[in-house]
């Protein structure tokens, strides 16, 4: 097998234009392209159509809200990233992307469902030492955006959380709780990264901690296609199961 040279990045834009898709789709480029990584911004879904080119990338960056998709194209990224492609992405950009997808859902690792109090809530971001590489001399810090209630999967590595309740809302009747603001896990051979953070791409220069999470988070996804090559990592025990999807 000849050794894989470039390095390069899909970054998949659109959906509700509030979260500014181009804004932020530019940061990320940025901070990958500084590590050697060629990155194309795409603002179809179309692009996910090729099953084949999907494979040869190295990371998949998702930049978009709601809307719908065909299930063709999640089926084509779950075997992407299953082979060892890594998947990354920022609030309402992955985890609140097509929400009739479930296995859109499943891969990523967590679902939106509510943000108490809108926009403009100050709360803390307390990270989870030790938890990760990721967050290693990162420090808890504030951040005032919309406050990220998530629907999460039990197999996720948290590596950050925030207090609820901050505002009263009908979820204030439980106990308080710490919600994942930022995850990795796996699917397959891949590595998965999020982080509820960046309704608005001015989110990442208020709060440096939040870029710095996002670079971090982005360049470990995208290190497990070589690291699924140099340990020789089969995607053969996933691919009958695949097939039923």
């Not at 470039?6 to 789709?25: A, F, M, N, Y």
């Not at 299930?71 to 060892?84: D, E, L």
């Not at 403009?120 to 951040?143: A, L, T």
Request: hydrophobic share 40%; aromatic share 10%; net charge negative.
């Amino acid at each position: 097998m000849t050794e894989k040279t470039e390095k390069t990045v899909l970054i998949v834009q659109g959906g509700w234009d509030g979260h500014e898709p181009q804004l932020t789709s530019k940061r990320f480029a940025r901070l990958m392209e500084k590590h050697g990584y060629t990155c194309t911004i795409s603002d179809t879904l179309s692009v996910l159509d090729d099953a084949e080119a999907l494979l040869k990338l190295d990371l998949i960056v998702a930049c978009w809200t709601m809307g719908t998709i065909d299930h063709k194209y999640v089926q084509n990224v779950s075997r992407a990233v299953g082979a060892g492609v890594g998947l990354a992405g920022c609030h309402g950009g992955m985890c609140d992307a097509f929400r009739e997808d479930t296995e859109w859902q499943f891969m990523t690792g967590g679902q939106w469902v509510s943000h108490p109090g809108g926009d403009g809530i100050d709360y803390m971001v307390n990270i989870r030492h030790g938890s990760s590489p990721i967050v290693e001399g990162i420090e808890d810090f504030p951040v005032c955006s919309e406050h990220y209630y998530l629907h999460v999967d039990p197999a996720i590595e948290v590596l950050a959380t925030t207090r609820f309740p901050v505002v009263p809302y009908y979820h204030i009747s439980n106990k308080p709780v710490d919600m994942p603001v930022a995850w990795t896990k796996f699917w397959g051979n891949g590595r998965v990264f999020y982080n509820s953070l960046g309704h608005h791409d001015d989110v990442f220069e208020k709060s440096p901690a939040a870029e710095l999470l996002m670079e971090r988070g982005m360049l470990w996804a995208a290190q497990g296609k070589q690291y699924a090559v140099e340990h020789n990592l089969s995607t053969a025990r996933f691919e009958n199961t695949a097939k039923m999807y």
